[in-house]
């Protein structure tokens, strides 16, 4: 069949496939049916995507890495290039060259062109902008034009989720769909039930959606800013009194669609300059490593693993010795929480606002489904369920549910096409 469904993630991307009326995911980095959102363009000119992009960076290949490329869509970003050695590439063609990567991948496997597409898609690619929100979407079907599709249209990634769900139950509910991505936290409820997946029109069993830009990457952000990027000199003061270190570095260190940023040359120049001035220079100076090194991923990455780790244990820790001797980050579940506990409260606060949309009061929902993979942090899943108390809770396949409801619905819109 030439019709698929993309879940383009901030992390992650899968692609799935109909295979005798089933959907199923590509093998997009085999054994993997997922494979991180990444892309590495390396000095020699060769061009890696997934997990052998994050290798090659790890390695050190010379080159540039570059992640969460979807949370520059429906900002100014898109509209900027990235240093690529001596040349410029723009950010709308470095996502032509990882989902043109992707859909080649996918039609290896699959054996045949795919050629209508059901893109995923955020509630809001953008909060309290519906203008930036339009553009965004325009901008990943221009792209997805481009690269070879030829029908091009957009899913609620939540809906996804409560596709592929529907397809476990045995009865009629009413289903609360949390997913909590790498960029955004989007929300629907929603009526299912076994009668109801085979209907043309699913639009009155969608009772509300609603959404937030905020995902695993900005707990990622929160972290580092709170725990690591002291130790690199934010917060410290200048020599100068009242005055501390600009902030702006390392806001752009410790956010993943930020750190290329980081690389361009007057950026080190300016933080040289700023050490002159600084109060406590060695600070600075494991900063001008990392960015001298171009060692930013590796920083982000060390902050996510920690995170990821803390949603099974109690503690943590950054080694940081390849900065300095003896160098680390200690990192507590309190730590996480403390530094994040605002996201989590606006995660919690949209799930309300869903259900005053639906008209309904909590304890009519039945289930909450979860999906995403930051649905594996305590606080996270405990704001959830928080707003919907009395609910069963479901968690579902955490990185390939959308993914596999958006093909359900490309076989609902584009039919069994040949």
């Not at 509209?79 to 060259?97: P, Q």
């Not at 930036?132 to 034009?145: C, F, N, P, S």
């Not at 009519?364 to 609910?391: M, Q, W």
């Amino acid at each position: 069949m030439s019709i698929c469904g993309l879940d383009f993630g901030t992390s992650n991307t899968t692609l799935g496939t109909i295979d005798a009326q089933t959907p199923a995911l590509a093998p997009l980095e085999s054994p993997h049916n997922t494979i991180p959102s990444a892309i590495f363009y390396a000095a020699d000119g060769n061009v890696l995507i997934g997990r052998k992009a994050m290798e090659a960076y790890v390695e050190g290949t010379a080159g540039r890495l570059m992640r969460s490329l979807k949370s520059v869509l429906g900002t100014s970003l898109i509209e900027e290039t990235t240093r690529l050695g001596r040349a410029r590439l723009g950010f709308r063609d470095v996502i032509a060259n990882y989902l043109g990567a992707i859909k080649r991948r996918a039609e290896q496997a699959t054996g045949g062109p795919l050629r209508s597409v059901v893109h995923g898609r955020p509630v809001h690619f953008v909060d309290n902008a519906p203008d930036a929100d339009r553009k965004a979407e325009e901008t990943l079907r221009t792209i997805a034009k481009g690269i070879g599709f030829d029908e091009v249209t957009f899913q609620f990634e939540p809906i996804a989720a409560a596709l592929d769900y529907e397809q476990q139950i045995t009865s009629e509910e009413l289903a609360l769909i949390a997913d909590i991505g790498g960029g955004t936290s989007d929300f629907s409820i929603v009526r299912l039930g076994p009668e109801r997946h085979g209907k043309a029109d699913r639009a009155a069993d969608i009772l509300a959606n609603d959404g937030v830009r905020i995902g695993g990457t900005d707990f990622d952000r929160q972290l580092s800013l709170g725990v690591v990027m002291p130790l690199f000199g934010f917060g410290s003061a200048m020599k100068r009194p009242g005055l501390d270190v600009p902030s702006s570095y390392f806001h752009d260190l410790a956010t993943w669609s930020s750190i290329n940023r980081m690389y361009e040359p007057r950026v080190l120049a300016d933080i040289r300059q700023v050490r002159q001035e600084a109060a406590r220079p060695e600070l600075l100076d494991r900063l001008i490593r990392v960015i001298h090194e171009q060692r930013g991923h590796t920083l982000a990455m060390e902050v996510e693993d920690a995170k990821i780790a803390l949603s099974e244990m109690s503690r943590s820790e950054i080694p940081l010795a390849w900065v300095a001797p003896g160098l680390s980050a200690a990192i507590s579940q309190g730590d996480l929480v403390s530094h994040t506990k605002q996201l989590a409260t606006r995660i919690s606060a949209r799930i309300k606002n869903c259900l005053i949309q639906a008209g309904l009061n909590a304890d009519a929902i039945d289930a909450v489904f979860l999906t995403g993979g930051s649905v594996k942090l305590a606080h996270v899943r405990k704001a959830i369920t928080k707003a919907a108390p009395t609910a069963r809770l479901v968690e579902g396949d955490i990185f390939g549910a959308v993914g596999k409801g958006l093909t359900l619905e490309a076989l609902r819109r584009y039919g069994p096409l040949s």
